[in-house]
C-alpha cells in the first residue's frame, strides 16, 4: 500500500465550480499534514497547512481526519489559476515529509 | 538574490560524464535536502542535511553523492549515470525539525536532468 494516495485526475471544472480533493494515507504516527500545489514544470509550493480542527484560507478548506486516516481540500468559487497539481504531504519523521503523487485539477472558461 | 536557487536548471550528460548540481538558500534555514520527481511520480526523498550533517540517505545510489559544505549550499555530484536517472531534481531548505515552521520546505526551480 502507498504511504500517501491521491486520485492523479485530472478534474476538469468550469470556472466558478467547487471542487474537493481527498487523500488517504497510511502512516498513522503521521503528526503534520499539507497540501503543496505544483504549476506545470515549476517547484511545489505550500498551499496551507491541515489541522485536526479544520482550516480555512480565502477560498480553500482544509480537513484532517485522523481516525479514517483521510485529509481533504475543497476549492470555492475555482479561479483558471487554480489550475495545477494538488500535493498531499504529511510528515514521515525528522525533518522528513513524504509527498503523494499529486491531483491534478484544470480549470476551464 | 532571494529563496531557493539552482543551477543548472537543464541538463543533458552521457552516462559516462561527471555533473555537479548546485542549491543555494538564502533563507536563513538550517536543513537542506534533494529530492528527485520523475513523471507521474511521488517526489522522492534523496538526502536530508541539518547542519551541515547528513541526517537522511533514502537509500540513493552511489552514484549520486551529495555535498554540504554549509547550511546555505548543497551540492549533488553525478556520476555514472543512468537513462532512468532521468527527471527533475529538486532542492528544499526548511528550519530544522522541532520549531513550529520547521516542517514548511521551500523548493528550488529544480534542475531537469536527461541522461543519454
Known amino acids: 500500500r502507498k504511504e500517501v494516495e491521491q486520485d492523479p485526475g485530472p478534474f476538469n471544472v468550469p470556472e466558478g465550480a467547487t471542487v474537493a480533493f481527498n487523500c488517504t494515507y497510511s502512516?498513522?504516527?503521521?503528526?503534520?499534514f499539507f497540501w503543496y500545489r505544483q504549476d506545470c514544470r515549476k517547484e511545489p509550493k505550500l498551499l496551507m497547512s491541515?489541522?485536526?480542527s479544520g482550516n480555512e484560507d480565502g477560498r480553500f478548506t482544509a480537513q484532517l481526519n485522523r481516525a479514517s486516516q483521510y485529509i481533504s481540500l475543497l476549492i470555492r468559487d475555482s479561479k483558471l489559476s487554480d489550475s495545477a497539481t494538488y500535493l498531499c504531504?504529511?510528515?514521515?519523521?525528522?525533518?522528513?515529509?513524504?509527498f503523494g503523487a499529486g491531483t491534478r485539477l484544470a480549470v476551464h472558461p | 538574490e532571494t529563496g531557493v536557487t539552482q543551477t543548472p536548471r537543464h541538463l543533458v550528460m552521457g552516462m559516462t560524464n561527471k555533473k555537479s548540481l548546485k542549491c543555494e538558500q538564502h533563507?536563513?534555514?538550517?536543513?537542506m535536502y534533494w529530492y528527485k520527481q520523475s513523471a507521474k511520480k511521488p517526489l522522492e526523498l534523496m538526502f536530508v542535511?541539518?547542519?551541515?550533517?547528513?541526517?537522511e540517505n533514502n537509500s540513493v545510489p552511489s552514484r549520486f553523492s551529495p555535498e554540504c559544505p554549509n547550511s546555505s549550499h548543497l551540492f549533488l555530484h553525478l556520476h555514472t549515470l543512468q537513462p532512468e536517472d532521468s527527471a527533475l531534481y529538486l532542492c528544499?531548505?526548511?528550519?530544522?525539525?522541532?520549531?513550529?515552521?520547521?516542517?514548511?520546505?521551500?523548493f528550488g526551480p529544480g534542475t531537469r536532468l536527461t541522461v543519454t
Open positions: 504531504v504529511l510528515t514521515g519523521g525528522y525533518n522528513k515529509l513524504i
Open positions: 528544499a531548505s526548511s528550519h530544522p525539525a522541532g520549531g513550529s515552521s520547521s516542517y514548511e520546505q521551500y
Open positions: 502512516n498513522s504516527a503521521s503528526q503534520s
Open positions: 491541515v489541522y485536526s
Open positions: 542535511y541539518n547542519f551541515k550533517e547528513q541526517t
Open positions: 533563507l536563513g534555514h538550517n536543513a
